[in-house]
């Protein structure tokens, strides 16, 4: 999984690192605000299909992240129907963690809300490759034009359902927390009492690299949700005995 995720950032790497530096000097030059997380929705949906068809696929994509093939078919991407399925797969996992946050809340009090939301968004995280696992392989079967039904995908799941799970947990759950451990131990310290000191350009430097970092993220999951797609569409080819 490591390596078929690898290979494919490294080929993105610069249109990643491009994306990454213009959605940041959008949001410095705008500053932030709703926009900016509704934005960052729109790019994560539109990463998440360009990964799925680029391992299915094998689909090329030019620096501006535009099919490169000339087959007129290839160059269309479904979206819409996968925009749509995405926030359909999501949606439990954003009840869950409105239920969390409503249990949580109440019981350590207004002045502690931000460990509320945060304990609520740790324990959704965890609960997240579970849901994954059993209904996720709708978004590669959605990205290729394959049966993106639930119906199909909980068929799917039935083949290597707790390997799924299990690469979940070490690929994106796995990285998240490296990465976040990783910023804690190294990069805040050394820019404690730097940081407001650092040229704009720096700064901006630094918030690209960390969000071309956060990109591996939904490539690992769609990594692990494609090649449990590939496993079980292979093993319902294969003839009954």
């Keep these: ?20 530096a213009l959605f940041e000097g959008l949001t410095y030059a705008f500053d932030g605000g709703s926009s900016g997380t509704g934005a960052i929705l729109v790019v994560t949906v539109m990463l998440a299909l360009i990964f799925h068809r680029a391992i299915l696929l094998d689909e090329q994509l030019s620096i501006w992240m535009t099919p490169t093939s000339t087959d007129a078919d290839q160059k269309k991407w479904p979206f819409l129907p996968f ?34 939301l ?26 290729i034009g394959g049966d993106a039904r639930f119906k199909a995908a ?7 359902y707790w390997r799924t799970v299990l690469r979940l947990f070490l690929g994106p759950i796995l990285y998240q927390i490296a990465v976040i451990g990783l910023l804690i131990a190294v990069l805040e310290p050394t820019l404690e009492g730097v940081w407001e000191q650092l040229p704009v350009a720096i700064e901006l430097l630094i918030y690209s690299v960390i969000r071309t970092l956060g990109f591996v993220t939904p490539l690992l999951t769609a990594t692990a949700l494609s ?10 080819a294969q003839p009954a005995p």
């Design 154 to 160: 909980f068929r799917r799941a039935k083949n290597g």
């Design 118 to 143: 945060l304990l609520a968004l740790i324990v959704t995280t965890l609960l997240s490759p579970f849901w994954l696992a059993a209904a996720g392989t709708m978004l590669p079967a959605a990205a």
């Design 1 to 20: 999984m490591y390596l078929i995720a690898g290979r494919l950032f490294l080929r993105f790497l610069p249109s990643l690192f491009l994306l990454a």
């Design 227 to 236: 090649m449990a797609y590939q496993r079980s569409e292979a093993v319902s």
């Design 83 to 116: 925009s749509w399925r995405f926030a359909l797969l999501f949606l439990p996992l954003i009840l869950v963690f409105g239920g969390l946050v409503a249990l949580f809340l109440p019981a350590v009090g207004a002045e502690q809300a931000i460990g509320a």
